[in-house]
């Protein structure tokens, strides 16, 4: 399976912006991966936030249309998620999940947790 490590998540007040990250293992193998990142919180199941196809192609939660973007670094083997005009109702925790049908890849990462709060 593919490690994966989120970072960058933390407190912010509304309206303001995050910009979490997840590096990822895998070595040449990274381009393969659809990447997403999805959120949770207490009591609720795992939702998609957004996700990027091994060809580059994005899709969002309708919620979060407009305000994040997730993108991907193939040299870096990293994946982005930025996040701006955040609302309390963000508040989550975030999980990177690195997914590929054709290596029989389905990994996810502790997640990093946001908050935002006045």
């Known amino acids: 399976q593919v490690q994966l490590v989120e970072s960058g998540g933390g407190l912010v007040q509304p309206g303001g912006s995050l910009a979490p990250s997840c590096g990822a293992s895998?070595?040449?193998?990274?381009?393969?991966?659809?990447m997403s990142w999805h959120r949770q919180t207490p009591g609720n199941e795992r939702e998609l936030v957004a996700g990027?196809?091994?060809?580059?192609?994005?899709n969002y939660a309708d919620f979060v249309k407009g305000r994040f973007t997730i993108s991907r670094d193939i040299r870096k083997n990293m994946v982005y998620l930025k996040m701006n005009s955040l609302e309390p109702e963000d508040t989550a925790v975030y999980y990177c999940?690195?997914?590929?049908?054709?290596?029989?890849?389905?990994?996810w990462g502790k997640g990093t947790k946001v908050t935002v709060s006045s």
């Open positions: 990027i196809s091994d060809g580059g192609r994005t």
């Open positions: 999940n690195a997914k590929s049908t054709r290596l029989d890849i389905n990994s």
């Open positions: 895998g070595g040449k193998w990274f381009p393969m991966f659809s």
